[in-house]
């Protein structure tokens, strides 16, 4: 796949950051595309953050939390997924696709889980770019009469 | 004279402060971290390459459905790191001399073949090795290599060989590949067995159990029919990281799965064909468990499970059990099915049974899952015996009901499956009870043989600009293999504020720690960033060599360049070469950003509260009194006891009141705990160390006590039955009252000829869903001795399923065979009562006979169901606990941490948690003062230093924090600014912040930070990953 | 001698002008502090400045430049381009300068569609647009989106007090010293941190008793009414209580963003969806950007990338 924009993926320390280790472990491959950010819960990840990492030029965002209900620290990855709402939500309102925003849950078991999820983030947002140029930095507070 | 909860009288000689714990299951691996965070060193036998014991090969685990690898790995990289625990892998003891407080172990070591020193556990060496076997890990439905790691997440992550396996060591030195591509050259074909003699002051068994084997036994058709399978392969089946990444198919043919059949009670229950009679206790809700997770992923499926009761006993469990039922679409069939035959040659099963309404019934089904039960393996019978300890018919350590841990032979304590049949949480308090007994034992040797490090003073950075430097690891061929670590050396050196790069081939290794101490010393570093494996594994020791050079260990961050990069870009050194750019930019950027972090250290009141005088508050205040920690007992009626007041005997017969006076008496009469009577607790304040704690008494006087944890023992109620005429006919009683009727031989008793006991009074309704756990034992104990008394009477036990778990089944075995009769009846047609004459008609509809059944009765005895304490929510609106739906307590996780709270400091035990019996209440109380102990041991407790920190120049009090935070760490406070005007702001409790950030990602205004996952500090890291000039040096 | 000073009015509606002209004695502190060499509100200043026309804009040099306004048509940057060249230190004046403000809602359309629905609706006119109409950019901008902007003084309108203060300390050479809290720093209404489950329309008013001071009303985002507060920046009411709050009515947002670069929309949501409050019962959300739809913030729906 000719296609070679940055995907910034925010790992929980407690299952998909330990789940990503595994994937290296077990030699799964995936695409050079993932930039792994390691946090402590999905639910300190602020929107701000993923909408920010759009304006910089980020082809899309992923946030990983634990399945629900096993969350190290009780409700995070519940609260993660209410603002994930906000995020899809918000994204079309300020004119992103929402497909460059996942949100998913990866035990720290599941390492093949999570190299799917990272083929199929790959593959939406190939195809959300095919056709179109690949969105670049800078883009987002672009006007339209600078250029 | 060993008196209640183990106190030894040790005038002999000073104790060994260090103790042996044999076996690294679940069980063994609490009591080890326990003891060694209580202040002795662990010996930590295990007799396989890795600890962990059955755990990692489940897939989940109920009734939570946890991943299980996913909360077990936390405490195996806790014990495989921990200064004063030391792991022996592929050991076994041989004898143990000595006495309680002073014996010597001698233990033998089988060699693993593999420099555990030097194995960076790249796993090169099995990719190369030729030869595959079966793997019991799997439970042989998968291979693994002659050199090999037991699990992908194993402690110590270090290879072993397997001699039998291995060509070269198997056929004198045919192969041999492993030792010549290891990069670190690790492999020791001449490494020999070691024995060591060593000292410890007290010795834990928790030696676990293995699987029953089922093809010893033709019917089932296991070893011969392929599609004939255990639980545990099953389990492998499911799992994700199993061999087939949780996608079930048929073993015979690798298609789709249509029918599955769990068989119950396979080794279990069953005298004749193997002779293990008892109950294992798990197999029913692993079995519901399993069969809820491949419909789960499998919704058109159809599962059945053929049991002979249900017994989902365990708190949450029969909710659990309703769900699957109800929901889930899993077909429930009481039925035991005695064989298994092929159909057709395509590999289709074939299952016989009489169905409750007498009817033979064939099914077909396509995949037959064998719950096989637990046993006790026939070399830890056999250490067992080489000890000199006792051991029940049923092949279990013998224990007392009254001393769950000890076993017959002083000084050395028992837990987990070895002591009988059971689950996790179970298995998890016996290694804390364990725990908790050994600390008495050698209370006064405490520290004496614990290390801890010394650290030279650390400098200050804050005014310093960063002077990061960058070390980059070959990781032997691992990283380097792929990436090429010149270019990224030479990359990393233009990075802004990066003064020093330097590259190792194992930066892991003693060496390199030297030197990187060494350039941190010379070249004036003061923030790291190492680029090689992941931080969860190794930031540890790197951080341990910060410390060591002198600065701050969290000035400190790790590019993961290995697992994350060079092993998943493997035929792609363009890509990993420009990955691991971008990583090492991103750390630098992250690192540049980083502040010295000092975690808060809190000193701890070395006192107790415990709530509730009964068995269980009793046990845990005289054990944390034993162990030589002041015990603040409150008890709310006038005398100790609590619920054991009513009981006379154990489900193993052993005499209740005789037991409590001495427990009593021990308690009242010993100088470290002050009971007060009367009293209950009115205020709380304060947190885990130091608590203050407000009393009222009968006369209403307030008395405050400082205390540095809680144990909550408060009890639970007995219901008062409304249904089956109690009250209203003078013949039908409550259990209770009716042992005191038969103690006492009344009239009713001692005439009386025909008995009902009605079971699940109150219990397992819609209204309480839940199983009162003791009420079966108990019924039948009072059945067998109504019969004993007089063979003549008849007596019948009304019940819906009987829960006779572990070596209970033994009762129930003798009630029958003594000729008592079993009725069962269905919750939607309870047994109808009416009084007749001077007795009692019951009618029931009888499922044997399919028809009505009426028995005069001259008593019908109720088994009533045990009901949480009314006074549990005040309690739990106090220190801020949850309650479950059944108002109990709701413990910090069903399995691993079944007596604590997430608030920390506070711990439960005994009915307050659910019901239970005696046994388990003791187990649980000792678990819960172990656990106490832990805390108070420590004369300080070091907090967490990723917490969350308010930023004052933008905090302004809105408060869209406070309610988002799990652990009620944020309160609101106002102040005044220099001009007088009020102003408010959050503050963050750092005692009771657990650092998750959720505050962080609700604040619109970044006021409030996880310190080393800041906003700021991730956003930097995305900069750094998509623009890559941002970080670049000028 | 004074330091001189540069006024201009752009894309706004001529609110910050009346705002400073209507404080009284505070504008004769300005006349006292600052040379006034161009406002043509006040001062009859000619100069070119129409599109299509040629020629440069003869406007003085000046040490400060304050302008009002985003950039919305090609004049309005032809002028703020002169400004920023003529001017030592430009000073972006209230919403619309520093966020884009009311006129920057038009950015979730694009200008021919704005044109249209203006002119060519059955609510106004079916008739083509009349010629005439200066052509709109294809969207608002805020002043530092196409020019350097050396303080950014929010406000609609900004307090007159607050521009003096801005320009005392910056003749004294002081620091300047911005609220940089947002309106719940000086709002002295009730906080539990326990909230509604649900926002209401924005129909339902404050629940108070009637003459209770405000520090005894509880807060208003608490009530489930839609407060702009947490996420808006303070200082329309002084060190005081904010102004709308003052009324018992929530906040409307009107000072822009309190983070720098912070999304009134996505803050907001945030935070109510992180409380567990169903966000989705708002009504037009996009309208919580109503006074920061520059940046690039407010795009038309069509236009996903």
């Known amino acids: 796949m000719n296609w070679d924009a940055k995907i910034i993926a925010f790992c929980c320390n407690w299952c998909s950051y330990a789940a990503a280790d595994l994937a290296g472990i077990s030699r799964l491959q995936y695409s050079g595309s993932i930039r792994i950010i390691r946090v402590l819960c999905s639910g300190m990840v602020h929107p701000q953050q993923v909408l920010h990492a759009l304006d910089k030029g980020a082809a899309g965002v992923m946030l990983i939390g634990c399945h629900l209900g096993e969350c190290h620290y009780l409700k995070g990855n519940e609260v993660a997924l209410a603002r994930a709402e906000v995020i899809v939500d918000t994204l079309e309102d300020l004119g992103y696709a929402s497909e460059r925003f996942e949100l998913t849950w990866v035990s720290s078991a599941e390492p093949e889980r999570l190299v799917k999820a990272f083929h199929h983030m790959i593959a939406r947002l190939a195809d959300l770019d095919r056709g179109s140029p690949v969105f670049t930095a800078g883009g987002a507070g672009r006007l339209i009469n600078e250029t | 004279m060993i008196g209640h909860n183990g106190s030894v009288d040790m005038t002999a000689s000073e104790p060994v402060g260090a103790v042996m714990v044999i076996g690294g299951g679940i069980s063994g691996m609490r009591a080890a971290l326990d003891l060694a965070d209580s202040g002795y060193y662990v010996y930590l036998v295990e007799k396989t390459g890795a600890i962990g014991g059955a755990m990692p090969q489940y897939n989940k685990v109920f009734p939570t459905n946890d991943c299980s690898m996913c909360i077990i790995a936390p405490k195996l990289v806790e014990c495989g790191r921990h200064a004063n625990i030391r792991i022996l892998t592929l050991g076994s003891v041989l004898d143990i001399a000595g006495r309680p407080g002073d014996f010597v172990v001698r233990v033998r070591q089988k060699p693993r073949y593999v420099d555990t020193e030097k194995c960076i556990a790249c796993g090169q060496c099995s990719a190369h090795c030729p030869q595959s076997v079966d793997d019991p890990f799997s439970g ?28 070269y060591l198997s056929q004198e030195g045919k192969c041999g590949v492993c030792a010549e591509i290891c990069p670190p050259e690790a492999i020791r074909f001449d490494d020999r067995a070691l024995e060591e003699e060593i000292r410890v002051g007290a010795v834990v068994m928790a ?3 293995q699987t029953f084997n089922p093809a010893v036994i033709k019917a089932w058709g296991y070893g011969v029919y392929p599609n004939v399978i255990t639980s545990l392969q099953f389990e492998r089946y499911l799992a994700p990281d199993g061999p087939t990444s949780g996608v079930l198919h048929r073993p015979s043919d690798g298609k789709p799965v249509r029918r599955i059949a769990f068989l119950q009670c396979i080794g279990s229950r069953d005298k004749h064909h193997c002779g293990n009679e008892y109950c294992s206790s798990v197999c029913c809700m692993y079995a519901i468990k399993e069969a809820v997770m491949v419909k789960e992923a499998n919704p058109e499926l159809e599962v059945t499970i053929f049991y002979t009761d249900i017994r989902t006993h365990g708190k949450e469990f029969d909710r659990y059990f309703e769900r699957a039922r109800s929901e889930t679409g899993i077909r429930f069939v009481r039925s035991r099915i005695h064989g298994v035959e092929p159909r057709g040659t395509r590999g289709d099963l074939r299952l016989h049974y009489i169905s409750v309404q007498g009817r033979q019934v064939e099914e077909i089904v396509d995949l037959v899952v064998l719950s096989v039960g637990l046993e006790t393996a026939d070399d830890m019978v056999s250490l067992a015996d080489r000890i000199g300890i006792q051991m029940t018919p049923d092949r279990f350590a013998a224990i ?49 043989l614990t290390r801890t490090a010394s650290f030279p003073l650390e400098q200050d950075v804050r005014l310093r600009e960063p002077r990061i430097g960058v070390f980059i690891c070959h990781c032997g061929t691992n990283i380097a293999g792929v990436v090429d670590i010149e270019e990224v050396a030479a990359y990393a050196a233009t990075l802004a504020n990066v003064v020093s790069v330097e590259r190792n081939l194992f930066t892991c290794a003693q060496d390199t720690q030297d030197i990187m101490g060494q350039q941190i010393r010379d070249r004036e570093l003061n923030r790291i960033v190492v680029a090689a494996c992941t931080p969860r594994t190794h930031e540890p020791l790197f951080r341990a060599t910060l410390r060591s050079a002198g600065i701050n260990e969290y000035l400190l961050e790790m590019a993961n360049i290995r697992n994350q990069n060079a092993w998943v870009h493997g035929f792609d050194q363009q890509t990993a070469t420009a990955k691991a750019k971008d990583l090492i930019r991103m750390a630098v950027a992250k690192v540049s950003g980083l502040r010295a972090l000092h975690p808060l250290r809190i000193p701890i009141t070395p006192s107790a509260l415990v709530i509730g005088g009964g068995v269980a508050g009793m046990t845990a205040a005289l054990n944390l009194a034993l162990q030589g920690f002041d015990v603040h ?52 304040a304060g947190h885990v160390g130091n608590f203050t704690t407000t009393l009222r008494g009968d006369s209403g006087r307030r008395k405050t006590v400082r205390h540095g944890v809680v144990l909550i023992t408060t009890g639970a109620k007995r219901y008062i039955p409304e249904e089956f005429e109690y009250g209203k006919i003078p013949k039908v009683v409550a259990s209770i009252e009716f042992d005191k009727l038969h103690m006492h031989n009344e009239a009713r008793v001692a005439r009386g000829t025909s008995f009902v006991f009605i079971q699940c009074v109150g219990s397992r309704n819609q209204e309480r869903p839940y199983c009162s756990k003791s009420c079966c034992t108990h019924s039948i104990q009072s059945a067998i001795k109504l019969k004993k008394e007089a063979p003549s009477r008849r007596i019948y036990i009304l019940y819906r399923e009987i829960r006779t778990y572990g070596q209970r089944e033994r009762l129930y075995n003798k009630a029958r065979e003594l000729g008592i009769v079993f009725i069962n009846y269905e919750l939607h047609g309870p047994p109808k009562l009416s009084r007749e004459r001077d007795g009692v008609l019951v009618e029931v509809w009888d499922h044997v006979l399919h028809r009505p059944l009426q028995i005069q009765a001259d008593v019908v005895i109720l088994a009533s169901a045990t009901l949480a304490s009314p006074d549990a929510s005040d309690l739990a609106n106090l220190f801020k606990l949850p309650l479950n739906a059944d108002g109990f307590f709701q413990e910090a996780h069903a399995k691993l941490r079944p007596v604590e709270f997430h608030v920390d400091g506070v711990f439960v035990a005994g009915l307050a948690h659910y019901p239970k019996p005696l046994e388990e209440s003791i187990s649980q109380a000792l678990a819960a003062a172990g656990k106490a102990g832990c805390l108070l041991a420590r004369k300080e407790i070091a907090l967490e230093a990723y917490v969350a920190q308010v930023d004052p120049g933008r905090c302004d009090g809105c408060g869209l924090c406070i309610e988002v935070c799990p652990y009620r760490a944020i309160t609101l406070v106002e102040y005044e600014d220099e001009k007088g005007v009020v102003l408010k702001s959050v503050v963050i409790d750092q005692v ?20 080393g996952f800041t906003c700021a500090q991730i956003e930097a890291q995305v900069d750094a990953a998509l623009d890559d000039t941002v970080a670049e040096g000028t | 001698m004074k330091p001189r000073l540069n006024f201009e009015w752009l894309h706004g509606c001529s609110g910050c002008e009346i705002a400073l002209l209507n404080s009284g004695e505070l504008l004769f502190s300005l006349f006292q502090l600052v040379d006034i060499v161009h406002f043509p509100l006040l001062m009859d200043h000619k100069y070119i400045a129409d599109p299509g026309e040629e020629g440069d804009l003869s406007l003085p040099e000046a040490d400060i430049g304050l302008v009002t306004g985003g950039v919305g048509l090609a004049s309005h940057l032809k002028i703020l381009t002169a400004m920023r060249r003529q001017c030592r230190v430009l000073i972006a004046v209230g919403t619309c300068a520093g966020h884009g403000g009311i006129p920057a809602m038009r950015n979730q359309w694009t200008a021919g569609q704005t044109m249209e629905t203006v002119f060519s609706t059955a609510t106004t006119d079916t008739a083509p647009v009349p010629d005439g109409v200066p052509a709109l950019l294809d969207r608002v901008s805020s002043i530092d989106e196409q020019v350097r902007v050396d303080v950014c003084l929010p406000g609609c309108p900004p307090r007159p007090e607050m521009i003096i203060a801005v320009l005392e300390a910056l003749i004294q050479r002081e620091e300047q010293r911005l609220p940089h809290k947002s309106v719940c720093e000086t709002c002295p209404t009730v906080r539990t941190g326990k909230g509604q489950a649900t926002i209401h329309r924005g129909t339902v008013r404050a629940a108070y008793t009637p003459g209770e001071p405000l520090d005894r009303m509880r807060c208003l985002l608490e009530q489930g009414l839609l407060c702009m507060g947490p996420v808006t920046a303070g200082g329309c009411g002084g060190r005081d209580v904010p102004l709308c709050l003052r009324s018992r009515v929530s906040c409307r947002g009107c000072y822009g963003p309190v983070r720098k670069y912070g999304n009134q929309l996505l803050d907001m949501m945030n935070a109510l969806a992180s409380n567990g409050i169903d966000y989705r019962t708002i009504i037009d959300r996009t309208s919580l950007l109503r006074f920061s739809g520059a940046h690039g913030r407010l795009r038309p729906k069509g236009e996903r990338k």
């Open chain 2, 140 to 167: 042989h439905i998968a291979g693994r290599k002659a050199i090999y790691i037991k699990y992908p997440q194993a402690v110590p992550f270090k290879y072993q060989i397997d001699a039998e396996a291995c060509l």
């Open chain 2, 207 to 209: 030696l676990g159990f």
């Open chain 2, 400 to 448: 007392s009901a009254f001393m769950p841990v000890h076993t017959s032979r002083e000084g050395i304590f028992t837990c987990g499956a070895f002591n009988g049949p059971r689950d996790i949480p179970q298995s998890v308090i016996g290694g804390s009870a364990a725990a908790a007994s050994v600390a008495v034992l050698l209370s006064g040797a405490r520290h004496s």
């Open chain 2, 633 to 684: 007992l409150v008890e709310k009626t006038g005398q100790l006891g609590g619920n054991a007041l009513h009981l006379f005997q154990t489900w193993s017969g052993e005499h209740v009141p005789r037991y409590l006076d001495g427990l009593r008496s021990e308690v009242v009469n010993h100088p470290r705990i002050a009971v007060f009577y009367h009293s209950t607790v009115v205020e709380v």
């Open chain 2, 992 to 1011: 009771l912040c657990k650092g998750c950030g959720i505050c962080q990602g609700t604040c619109p205004k970044q006021g409030v930070d996880v310190a």
